[in-house]
């Protein structure tokens, strides 16, 4: 079985400073692994994923993350954040599943971080 | 490209009382999803169809849900009867064969009294 642990559920920062919102995980079998951000009244939008590679993964808006194999975690980092960066940010993990001769991952999500930029 | 559309955006009904939630995947996207977001808890799994076929129903909370994907195309969650810890958002969201990361609809928020 697979898990996720966000390990700050509410982060505050203040505007340009740098961020790191903290994800942990736990599986058996080989992973793939995702941040999903949700901004006030929308949906989830993906931000980046580590599939295979270089362990460090650049997304959209300037964010980053680094797949640590050792440490199980996937940090997100952006090194100056604005005040539109507020929202809510969710780690996932997906392994690869068989359905019928193709394939699908089902997510696995943390709890969430809710990232207050202010000004 | 058009995204993933759900219908409604809210809905409150009352306890009892049937709800029925659509989604709309990108055209072309034979995966689909459903997840729920419950109060203060995090998003899980409820089911996976792979055209009209469904694939994976091992997060489905109870027999009172009751998901279709009629030809493939839009897909249906109803909830019959309501009860009150049903509550919460409802994602779709859907995939191209073979592709791990998914596009997400905007969700559902269900509120039961």
């Known amino acids: 079985a697979q898990s996720v642990t966000q390990l700050d559920s509410q982060v505050p920062v203040f505007e340009e400073a740098p961020v790191e919102l903290r994800c942990n995980y736990s599986?058996?079998?080989?992973?793939?692994l995702f941040w999903y951000v949700q901004y006030p009244n929308q949906g989830l939008q993906l931000l980046l994923k580590?599939?295979?590679?270089?362990?460090l993964v650049k997304g959209i808006n300037g964010f980053e993350a680094e797949f640590n194999k050792s440490q199980t975690s996937f940090h997100l980092r952006k090194p100056s954040v604005h005040i539109s960066d507020t929202a809510e940010y969710f780690c996932?993990?997906?392994?690869?599943?068989?359905?019928?001769?193709?394939?699908?991952?089902?997510?696995?999500f943390g709890q969430g971080t809710i990232l207050t930029v202010h000004p | 490209e058009a995204g993933v559309t759900q219908f409604p955006s809210h809905s409150v009904i009352e306890k009892g009382q049937t709800v029925t939630l659509r989604c709309d995947p990108i055209?072309?996207?034979?995966?689909l999803y459903w997840y729920r977001r419950v109060m203060g808890k995090e998003i899980k799994f409820l089911l996976h169809?792979?055209?009209?076929?469904?694939?994976?129903e091992s997060g489905m909370p109870n027999n009172r849900f009751l998901a279709e994907r009629t030809g493939g195309t839009y897909s249906t969650l109803k909830v019959q009867p309501a009860e009150l810890e049903d509550s919460g958002v409802y994602f779709c969201?859907?995939?191209?064969?073979?592709?791990?990361?998914?596009?997400f609809g905007s969700g559902t928020r269900l509120t039961v009294v």
């Open positions: 169809f792979v055209k009209e076929s469904k694939q994976d």
């Open positions: 580590y599939l295979s590679g270089s362990t």
């Open positions: 969201a859907s995939s191209q064969v073979n592709e791990l990361s998914y596009t």
């Open positions: 996932a993990v997906s392994d690869l599943r068989d359905a019928g001769g193709t394939s699908y991952g089902k997510l696995t």
């Open positions: 599986s058996s079998v080989s992973v793939y």
């Open positions: 055209s072309g996207h034979d995966n």
